[in-house]
């Protein structure tokens, strides 16, 4: 079975700096794929970020970018130059190719000005 | 492009009622999936339709039932109803052989009293 593990339940910041947002899982598998999706107040979950895991270099997207350690199993995010409109519920997610969607319990960001 | 689309926005039962809700999948998207999401919790799988068949079913109770059309949309149906099934209930989509991103409706908040 795969799990996902977010240890930090709450997490705030001023705009323009910098945080990071941590995840480890755990998978017998050696394909897998690896997601951050961003779920704001008005409730749709939008992809931020994924990795796949035969990739060794991290994936990057503007201003988010991950640290994806393979072998100690963790994936976390890093968002720069924080926005108001980056506050919202941050999940870390695992899946095989097409399959199911395995959720962390959520990291809730507050940006503040 | 119309995205996904969930019909219900807001639905509100009875204990030992049944009930229905509809996704429309992203246009060229073959796949839906379904997920419930307890208040201040990550989703959870419940199951994914593909060429209307469930290809995959996580840890949900015969209660819950699907089905897939031929024009790809999907129906979640949810009998016996609990007041434990009081959540917001995700539908996903994405192109089974792309093998990655899941698209995501804005969801249907189900209330049971």
């Known amino acids: 079975a795969q799990t996902v593990t977010q240890s930090q339940p709450e997490m705030s910041v001023q705009e323009a700096e910098t945080v990071t947002l941590s995840c480890t899982y755990d998978t017998s598998e050696n394909n897998y794929y690896l997601f951050w999706y961003k779920q704001p107040p008005s409730r749709q979950m939008i992809l931020v970020i994924r990795?796949?895991?035969?990739?060794?270099q991290n994936a990057t997207e503007n201003r988010f970018s991950v640290n994806f350690q393979k072998a100690a199993k963790s994936f976390s995010l890093k968002i720069s130059d924080s926005q108001l409109g980056d506050t919202a519920m941050y999940f870390c997610?695992?899946?095989?190719?097409?399959?199911?969607?395995?959720f962390g319990k959520g990291t809730t960001l507050s940006v503040s000005s | 492009d119309a995205g996904v689309t969930q019909s219900p926005t807001h639905l509100i039962k009875t204990r030992g009622q049944q009930v229905t809700l509809r996704c429309s999948p992203k246009?060229?998207?073959?796949?839906v999936s379904w997920y419930q999401q307890a208040l201040g919790q990550g989703p959870q799988f419940i199951f994914q339709y593909y060429e209307e068949e469930e290809r995959q079913r996580g840890n949900f109770p015969d209660r819950f039932s699907g089905h897939q059309f031929p024009n790809y949309s999907s129906e979640l149906n949810v009998n016996a109803l609990l007041l434990g099934d009081s959540a917001l209930y995700l539908c996903?989509?994405?192109?089974?052989?792309?093998?990655?991103?899941?698209?995501f409706g804005p969801g249907t908040r189900l209330t049971v009293l």
């Open positions: 997610a695992i899946s095989q190719a097409g399959t199911a969607l395995i």
């Open positions: 996903a989509s994405s192109y089974l052989l792309a093998r990655d991103e899941q698209f």
């Open positions: 990795q796949e895991a035969y990739k060794q």
């Open positions: 246009s060229g998207h073959d796949t």
